[in-house]
């Protein structure tokens, strides 16, 4: 089923008539433009395309680390001018300080925050539990498998209560199994903790398994080629019936040309 997306909504971020260029080589190279969406409080949003579409550069700019060319961001009634502790990102490559044990990482956010040492290693000690890494919190990074490290950015993202998680492709670099694992566990931490996500992916299965909505986006278009509302239930089986026709589903919907943005229900 499809239809035209034909109502604006406020939401807890609105993006309207985005648009990011860059310089190469004395040529203005133009990423994104004129992107409109809005994302509402708690909804899981997967940013899905192919290497070069813009999609980390609209999570950038939604976090505050892209300059756009025009258009606005504006997220909880705030323009977007810089970086918040309000809404933070994770990234693939984790960007934990490797001097500092699991602990002070989860810890740092808070340090930053001027929290009080015994509430700071409270909170601290609450999201390395509920991540699952009880035990580890003497340990350096260095000591970690890449999946555990994950897990350590993304307590220290949450130790900070953030409204928003911006996630730029975090398990790319994990094999299938710890990716699976993080998946179901990223799942689990919205759930519990009520977080608005925007997750990038290039993975279509991913997308489905995590997504309320799959935002794909198109070099060529330079935005937003499709928006695809994911409405089976939550626990989702990766080898069910439903999920394997979403999957051939949105195969179809990525591959298809088309020069107006579509709305997609499956």
Same mark, same amino acid.
């Given at each position: 089923m499809s239809a035209r997306h034909e109502k604006e909504e406020t939401g807890l971020i609105e993006i309207k008539d985005l648009s990011v260029t860059y310089e190469h080589k004395k040529e203005k190279l133009t990423v !994104?433009? #004129?992107?409109? !969406? #809005?994302?509402? +409080?708690?909804?899981?949003?997967?940013?899905?395309? %192919?290497? &070069?579409?813009? +999609? @980390?550069?609209? !999570? &950038?700019?939604?976090? /505050?680390?892209?300059?756009? =060319?025009?258009? @606005?961001?504006?997220?909880?009634?705030? %323009?977007? *001018? +810089?970086?918040?502790?309000?809404?933070?990102?994770?990234?693939?490559?984790? /960007?934990?300080?490797?001097?500092?044990?699991?602990?002070?990482?989860? *810890?740092? /956010?808070? *340090?930053? +925050?001027?929290?009080?040492?015994?509430?700071?290693?409270?909170t601290a000690q609450k999201y390395i539990d509920l991540v699952g890494l009880n035990g580890t919190e003497q340990k350096h990074p260095y000591q970690l498998s890449g999946g555990m490290q994950q897990r350590v950015a993304i307590a220290r993202a949450l130790a900070v209560n953030p409204e928003i998680l911006f996630m730029d492709e975090p398990f790319g670099a994990l094999d299938a199994v710890t990716r699976m694992k993080l998946q179901d566990d990223i799942l689990n931490i919205c759930k519990k903790e009520g977080k608005t996500i925007i997750f990038v992916t290039h993975d279509i299965e991913e997308a489905i398994f995590l997504a309320d909505r799959i935002v794909v986006l198109d070099g060529a278009q330079k935005g937003i080629k499709s928006i695809v509302n994911i409405e089976m239930p939550g626990n989702r089986n990766r080898t069910s =019936?439903?999920?394997?026709?979403?999957? =051939?589903?949105?195969?179809?919907?990525?591959?298809? *040309?088309? @020069? =107006?943005?579509?709305?997609?229900?499956?």
């Open positions: !994104l433009d #004129n992107v409109c !969406l #809005n994302i509402e +409080k708690g909804e899981f949003i997967c940013l899905l395309g %192919a290497s &070069g579409c813009g +999609k @980390s550069t609209l !999570l &950038g700019a939604m976090a /505050g680390f892209e300059k756009p =060319d025009g258009g @606005s961001i504006v997220i909880d009634g705030k %323009a977007v *001018e +810089k970086p918040s502790i309000n809404y933070l990102t994770i990234f693939q490559n984790y /960007g934990l300080l490797p001097w500092r044990t699991v602990l002070k990482n989860v *810890e740092l /956010g808070l *340090e930053a +925050k001027k929290v009080p040492k015994k509430m700071r290693r409270e =019936d439903d999920f394997l026709l979403a999957r =051939d589903k949105v195969f179809e919907i990525f591959h298809m *040309e088309q @020069s =107006d943005m579509v709305e997609y229900y499956i």
